[in-house]
């Protein structure tokens, strides 16, 4: 306990100095005033998980900076996004501050109208820190928190890359080669895999839905475009089904028996056992991995990009941002903990305890904060991953239409169905869905 | 005036009457407030309901009338179609088995034997769970390479199964556990009509030499009909609209096949958003609860008079 105050307090002091640093650099900004809003309150709904478990840990240090009280609530992910809904839609949210999953929400929220428009306050040296940039968020991060005219709607907090996780210890024993393409990563899928043992090459979500996110690994790797310039759908096109075919290789010979309803959880579940010898996930999972009381593959799990597929090497990318709601009467308040969120020392914590990565550069490349990232191979494969980030779902409304029907057709694959048909069957279901959703 | 002259009981009638038209019943404060209910509970929700379907309304952008579209989309939805087909198989299955076992069940459990009460009293245990957490022990049972199923069947030297991870099985395996879970209340109340039933029949074919399959095909069976009917019924309402179970053990899949109505709603309002054909599904999903409904009263009905015309 006395050592993690200590840690937290040194920390507070750099980033103080930081930032004062950063003010003799610019004479002409003026300081922001912290303490402006004081005695205000404000309601935050975040979707469970360590991101919103970071905020609520130290969400005594934003009030005693500010003297902002802050009533911050977690719910599980899916109810999380319906009630956001539900309550957006009612005109009188209960909440100023909303944690949302941009793979999931942008456009909807952006077509809505349900976000305040940040671009003012970020511009205001009153409100806003000077190491606040917009060009400190990752190319991925901007994308997904600015809409087409250019504003920014909410700061993007945490990003996910998808990566290749792989047991060393089956890799050796089996001399197999840590895969650099899709195609090698088949055949060592296949050499890994050794049933009477119980072992299997590869692992991944099969679940309608969840596999889309690591599905679209393939699909990008192999050429993929989610959309043409009509904005169409394209994912019954050769790339498409060259992915589905690779996923159906995968899944059917060299993973678990049931990986058709396998989720993340399931999945993590047969890796940690050590059952299976690669796993392709979000970057998230390393904390568990190397949980001695939850995993026993600690110590032995190397951590990698996607391998290369033939038009490329992407790593699939999602993220949550965190906004304010246009209907909030505290907005500026509000912005100030969407600030404090983001900042270098929440962003440090973050990325230091495995729960996300911050969007912002200057966190993820500073030495001081890489130096207190417990697994250097986890780091590394993220900041490879960012390098060849591209955004992992098409940026539509109707996206949970999309993960379902294209989902439950490579689903489908698993057992024995054929890709190319499948893949047409549910573009030709989701095409008039998006036509709808975009004539709205 | 002649008010106080107006004592007769006819004379009051009279004068009743036209004050009826002007002034509502004495009963109607009695009455009011479960109309009330009734009309904010059930009968606005309805209406309401239909009122949407009739509209394009996705959560975040406008209502747009739109007239019968939104059930034209249905039927050339194959999502649509599929679960409707996934709602009757499981719908059948998980009113057929229950009924064949719970009656089965009941027969036995009808014998004196030692230990009966206490053994009706286990039986009954699933009938109390909580559908949620025993879909949740359910799944781990199911699973291929950790759950105990698998393991069982191993020691009779049958091959790992996939159970709801397959396409082939999940229907079948879901309705293992709704037929787990329900049989007991079958057998409650088939074993009410068992206790119902005279004993001369069954004096009389002993003396004539009936086997017990005859006796129970020509006694039995046709005496606890009605309790079957009984039971039949609110097992079929209860299994078409079974959501509980599929959406905590399987969420409709492997992809999409165990997608049953209900999920499939559920989907679409409350995770595409799309009000107005989640609700156009709700009617027709409704329309086929009552239709099957009457079907299923009607057919009891019939049965009733002609066992009565038949003499049995």
Known sequence: ????????????????????????????????????YAGTKLEVILAKGPRGDNLQKYVKEFTELTGIQVEAEQIP?????????????????????????????????????????????????????????????????????RNDKGQMLSLPWSVDYFILYYNKELFEKKGVAVPKTLDE?????????????????????????????????????????FLDAKGNILTDGPEAIAATKLYQTLLTK??????????????????????????????????????????????????????????????????????????????????????????????????????????????????????????????????????????????????????????????ATLSGADPAAELKKANDQYRPILERSEKA | MSALTQSTPGAAQSDVAPEKALRPPSYWPFVVPALVVVIAIIIFPWVFTIWMSLNEWK????????????????TSDPRFIEAVGHTLVYTILSVLLPLVLGTF??????????????????????????????????????????????????????????????????????????????????????????????????????IDGASIWQVFRFITLPLIMPFLFIAGMIRMIDAVKSFDIIFA??????????????????????SYYDLGYGSAIAVVFFLLIVLLAAVMLYARQRMLWTEIASGT
């Open chain 2, 59 to 74: 959560v975040g952008s406008s209502t747009t009338f739109v007239g019968l579209s939104n059930y034209l989309r249905l």
């Open chain 1, 185 to 225: 990563m088949a055949a060592a899928a296949e050499k890994l895999t050794d049933t009477k043992e119980g072992i299997y090459g590869f692992v991944g979500r099969g679940l309608r839905n969840a596999n889309m996110a690591m599905w679209s690994n393939f699909f990008l790797n192999y050429g993929g475009e």
């Open chain 1, 77 to 145: 992910e899916q109810q999380q996004r319906q009630k956001v809904v539900i309550e957006f839609t009612s005109g009188r949210p209960s909440f100023d501050v909303v944690h949302l999953s941009y793979h999931v929400q942008k456009r909807q929220f952006e077509k809505a109208g349900w976000l305040a428009d940040l671009t003012p306050f970020m511009k205001d040296p009153a409100l806003t820190a000077p190491d606040l940039v917009e060009s400190d968020f990752s190319a991925a991060g901007l994308q997904y928190a």
């Open chain 2, 105 to 206: 069940a009941a027969v036995v459990f009808h014998q004196k034997f030692p230990g009966r009460g206490f053994l009706r009293g286990v039986f009954i245990m699933p009938m109390m769970a909580t559908p949620v957490a025993i879909a949740l022990v359910w799944t781990m049972m199911f699973h291929p390479q950790l759950g105990v199923l698998n393991y069982l069947l191993s020691l009779v030297g049958i091959p790992a199964q996939l159970w709801v991870f397959h396409p082939a099985t999940v229907i079948p395996s879901l309705v293992l556990v709704e037929t787990w879970q329900w049989t007991p209340l079958v057998m409650l109340i088939v074993l009410g009509g068992l206790a119902a039933i005279p004993t001369e029949p069954y004096e009389s074919a002993q």
């Open chain 1, 1 to 36: 306990m006395v050592n993690h105050k200590i840690s937290r307090r040194t920390l507070l002091t750099g980033t103080a100095a930081a930032g004062a640093l950063g003010l003799t650099g610019m004479p002409a900004r003026a300081e922001v005033n912290w303490k402006k």
């Open chain 1, 254 to 411: 060299s993973a678990p028996p049931g990986v058709a309803g396998f989720n993340w959880m399931e999945s993590m579940a047969s890796f940690t056992q050590g059952r299976s010898a690669m796993w392709i996930d979000g970057v998230g999972w390393a904390p568990p991995l190397e949980d001695p009381a939850a995993s026993r593959v600690v110590g032995k799990v190397g951590y990698t990009v996607v391998p290369a597929g033939p038009k490329g090497q992407y790593s699939s990318t999602y993220g949550d941002g965190i906004g304010v709601a246009a209907a909030s009467k505290n907005k500026e308040a509000a912005y100030l903990l969407c600030q404090w969120v983001v900042s270098k020392t929440q962003g440090a914590r973050l990325l230091q305890a495995g729960g996300g990565v911050p969007f912002r550069n200057s966190i993820l490349g500073d030495a001081e904060v890489q130096k207190g990232v417990k697994t250097k191979e986890w780091l590394q494969s993220v900041i490879d991953s960012g390098k060849i980030s591209k955004l992992g779902l098409p940026v539509v409304i109707p996206v949970a239409e999309f993960r379902d029907i294209v989902g439950a057709a490579v689903t």
């Open chain 2, 249 to 270: 053990i399987t969420q409709g899949g492997p992809g999409s096949a165990s997608e049953t109505i209900n999920i499939y709603l559920y989907s679409v309002a409350f």
